[in-house]
Structure formats: structure tokens, C-alpha cells
């Protein structure tokens, strides 16, 4: 079985601070760690994603993320927050398998709010 | 690249009526796809999951007979909510991942209200 928790539904920081949404997740194997955002009335979109390599992953929009496997965390990371990341964040985890099969897990989401 | 499309992205029908939700790849092969429902300020559920050819697989609780999916195409999935009641409406989205990609990717969602 595979899970996720984003132990924050809500977090908010002031334009221009770093921000941090966290992720922690289970699953039986490697993973596969995900995150996309979502804005009001739209999908998701994907943001990065760990699957080998190096720890610490960049993606869209100046956000990255540390893969951290003694923590089995995936936190999302961003140096200087923007009144425009205001949105509902996602962490997924699936296994990562030779197949490339599986369905991946969702978190319950964080919203994130940036307050000018 | 990586776009999914969804169509409509808004519907309003009357209770007992049919509605087709249409989910297409417009630049992978989608070898599988996943249909979400996802409530107001809650997060994803997963209601089935189809492999291009293949029956859809649904998770628990969720109704076969009440959302039919057919994924006839390597780029094209439909979700049909038959006979459809109030409580159906929600925020619909669908997913798509090729056999050589990691990730998922998300259509834009369709908004259903069953009046």
C-alpha cells in the first residue's frame, strides 16, 4: 500500500519569504514523488518530479523540492513567494516500477495563501 | 508538450439525462487514463482507472454502471454519467500517462450541475 500526508491544509506566508509545503509519504519500494498545482476551477498542473538522480529536484515557477529517503519526505520548496503561487498544492507518490505501471497517490492538498 | 484536453469544461443538465465528459491526449499516445472527482476544497478522488483497449478499473464504491468509460483510442477516454442526479454534481477530471512517461498529466476538469 502506498500513502501520502501533507500534514498542512492551510499555509501562508508574506511575498517575498520562502515558503515550504510538506509532503511525507509511504509506499512499498522506490518512488516515483510528485507535485502539481491547482488553481481555482482548472487541473492540475504539474510542477516536478523525483524519480532518480539527484535529491534535491527543480521545476516550474522557481520551485523545488528535496527528495529526503531517511525522512520519507518531498517537501516543496520556493525561496521568495509570490502573490501569484497562491493555489492548492499536491504531493503524489507511486512505485516506481520496471512496468511503469500503478497508480499514483494523492495528498489531501495544501492551500497555499502569499499575502502582499 | 503534454496536453490534455477536456470537453465540456462547463455542463448544466436536468436530473435523469445523460452527459459525456470527453478526455484527449493532444500530443502522447495515452496508455492509460484516469478519471478524478474532486469536491470543493477537497482533494482527488480516483474513480477508475483505463488502459487504452482494455475495460476500466474502478475503485471501490465507485458505480460502473453509473459512469461508464470507454477508452477506445490511444488518445481519447469518455466518462458517461448516466441518468444523472444532483448529487453528481462535481468538479470531473481526467489524467493521462504514455507507457514511456512518469507523470500524469491533467485535462482542465469539467464542472457538471445537475439541476
Known amino acids: 500500500a502506498q500513502s501520502v500526508a501533507q500534514p498542512e491544509d492551510q499555509v501562508n506566508v508574506a511575498e517575498g519569504n520562502p515558503l515550504t509545503v510538506k509532503c511525507t509519504y509511504s509506499v512499498s519500494g522506490n518512488p516515483y514523488l510528485f507535485w502539481y498545482v491547482q488553481y481555482p476551477n482548472r487541473g492540475l498542473q504539474f510542477l516536478l518530479k523525483y524519480i532518480t538522480g539527484d535529491n534535491l529536484v527543480k521545476g516550474s515557477y522557481g520551485f523545488e523540492a528535496e527528495f529526503n529517503k531517511s525522512q520519507t519526505s518531498f517537501h516543496l520548496k520556493k525561496p521568495s513567494a509570490l502573490v501569484s503561487d497562491s493555489a492548492l498544492y499536491f504531493c503524489?507518490?507511486?512505485?516506481?516500477?520496471?512496468?511503469?505501471?500503478?497508480?499514483?497517490?494523492f495528498g489531501d492538498g495544501t492551500t497555499l495563501t502569499v499575502k502582499p | 508538450g503534454a496536453v490534455v484536453s477536456q470537453h465540456p469544461s462547463w455542463v448544466i443538465c436536468k436530473s435523469g439525462t445523460s452527459v459525456k465528459i470527453e478526455c484527449r491526449s493532444l500530443d502522447f499516445q495515452a496508455t492509460t487514463m484516469f478519471w478524478y472527482r474532486q469536491f470543493p476544497k477537497q482533494s482527488l478522488m480516483l474513480m477508475a482507472t483505463?488502459?487504452?483497449?482494455?475495460?476500466?478499473?474502478?475503485e471501490q464504491g465507485v458505480e460502473k454502471d453509473k459512469f461508464l468509460i470507454n477508452h477506445a483510442s490511444l488518445t481519447l477516454s469518455t466518462l458517461t454519467v448516466t441518468s444523472a442526479h444532483p448529487e453528481d454534481s462535481s468538479f470531473y477530471i481526467c489524467s493521462a500517462r504514455s507507457q514511456y512517461q512518469e507523470t500524469q498529466y491533467f485535462g482542465p476538469g469539467t464542472r457538471l450541475l445537475v439541476l
Open positions: 483505463s488502459n487504452e483497449g482494455s475495460k476500466a478499473t474502478y
Open positions: 503524489a507518490v507511486r512505485v516506481n516500477s520496471n512496468t511503469n505501471a500503478g497508480k499514483s497517490t
